[in-house]
């Protein structure tokens, strides 16, 4: 008898801990930008992990607060969605590529992710997609699980695994012929040796399947294509069975012209499209993520003094590029390469898209409501929205103004969780 009460008085309590109502927070702030554009009698309430209410003050249902907070000045957002980043990589003006792939061990390249993922997230980076973890096998899918178990503090990833080149095609380079040195990334060729590899990066759960299309090894260290179309098909046939999207490296006009038509979804870099390059994007509906801010720090590391010196050739190339991507209508996606430059300093390319022509409000819409849809995760992040993640960060500010403030972080939340 004594048992069947404590086994009631169990469940009582149990049940009583389960309905618990989780803290009410209104978040109030000088103004709201949702995603979409800049509001300015906006609140925002949060329960929980998620945002239960959002829209102007006036409208809103009678709700209990336990908490109110209040930004006079300042601008609540979404949290910003890096689209292009390598936890796995640090600036190259400390250790070059070639070395960090070469000499760190691996527990030396983890331990370095480890402070990365939190520099990012204190930056307002709430979502980070990795492309590749060059040369550090498939350590970017257990920084991902350690974050998502609450091991570490970081943004949600979304992680590439090994990414696919050509036999030949990429580094590090140089070395005797007898030397076998790792490779920043998993060599596959042909029909049979890329199923079997594109499928054996599926199986380690990766988010998606990143190819480089093209890479420096043409005449003179050009860019030229790697893959054949059939190739690059292939690997989209493969991967995207699994329910993953494929995304393409490519620079050169033929590396992006093949990728795209294979099926992938966003290019990488993209310096040397064509008109005709563009319109095939956007007739395909592909993205470009220009990753402006890592020309502009490998300029600065081969010693341009910017603000002083003319533009570099490749700079000025590169800016010429960006404006005609957008002047062609394509989907920019917000990502720099960080780690070619510090983690944290995510904002450099934001700075650099709209100083090579970008309006502000389409840059801020870029690293928020663009990036989740373009990575599918629009569902949950990238909107201050009823019912999406509470993934909300307020700088100091207004960004539509002056994207630069996006540098004074005032809050940052993730998941509901405060950091
Ligand atoms: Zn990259």
């Given at each position: ?212 299309a ?15 179309q059939?190739?690059l098909?292939?690997?989209v ?11 393409a490296?490519a620079?050169?006009a033929?590396g992006m012209k093949r990728a795209i038509l294979a099926g992938v979804e966003t290019i990488?870099?993209g310096?040397?499209a064509?008109?005709e390059v563009y319109a095939l994007m956007r007739k395909r509906n592909v993205a470009l ?131």
């Amino acid at each position: 008898m004594n048992l069947i009460i404590s086994v009631f008085l169990l469940a009582l309590f149990s049940s009583n801990t389960v309905t618990a109502q989780e803290p009410m927070t209104l978040l109030k702030a000088g103004r709201v930008f949702d995603g979409e554009r800049m509001h300015a009698d906006w609140v925002v309430a949060v329960k929980g992990r998620q945002i239960v209410y959002a829209g102007s003050l006036n409208d809103m249902p009678g709700l209990d607060f336990d908490t109110v907070v209040d930004f006079p000045g300042q601008t609540l957002m979404p949290g910003l969605i890096e689209g292009h980043s390598h936890i796995l990589l640090h600036p190259y003006n400390e250790t070059s590529w070639n070395d960090q792939v070469l000499k760190e061990p691996e527990s030396e390249r983890v331990i370095r992710a480890t402070n990365h993922v939190r520099a990012s997230l204190l930056a307002g980076i709430t979502t980070m997609r990795d492309l590749g973890s060059e040369g550090a096998a498939y350590a970017d899918v257990g920084i991902r699980d350690s974050i998502n178990k609450g091991l570490i503090p970081g943004p949600r990833l979304l992680v590439a695994g090994r990414a696919i080149v050509a036999t030949g095609s990429y580094g590090p380079k140089g070395f005797h012929e007898r030397v076998e040195v790792p490779l920043g990334a998993e060599t596959a060729d042909g029909y049979d040796d890329l199923i079997r590899v594109v499928r054996s990066q599926i199986g380690r759960n990766v988010d998606f399947i990143k190819v480089y299309a093209d890479y420096r090894w043409g005449v003179d260290n050009t860019a030229a294509a790697t893959f054949t179309q059939a190739e690059l098909e292939t690997i989209v046939a493969i991967t995207t069975s699994s329910g993953r999207p494929v995304v393409a490296h490519a620079s050169s006009a033929e590396g992006m012209k093949r990728a795209i038509l294979a099926g992938v979804e966003t290019i990488e870099h993209g310096d040397a499209a064509t008109q005709e390059v563009y319109a095939l994007m956007r007739k395909r509906n592909v993205a470009l993520c220009p990753t402006l801010a890592a020309g502009d720090a490998v300029a600065r590391y081969g010693g341009w003094k910017k603000g002083i010196d003319p533009d570099p050739e490749r700079i000025a190339a590169k800016k010429k590029s960006f404006k005609a991507a957008l002047d062609a209508g394509v989907t920019i996606c917000f990502g720099g390469d960080v780690g070619v430059y510090p983690h944290g300093d995510n904002v450099r390319e934001l700075e650099l898209m709209v100083s090579y022509g970008m309006k502000n409000l389409a840059a801020l819409q870029s690293a928020t409501s663009v990036n989740a849809a373009l990575f599918h995760i629009d569902d949950k992040v990238g909107r201050i929205q009823a019912g999406l993640r509470a993934d909300i960060i307020v700088v100091d500010g207004d960004p539509a103004e002056d994207i630069s403030v996006l540098r004074e972080i005032r809050l940052v939340m993730k998941d509901g969780v405060t950091y």
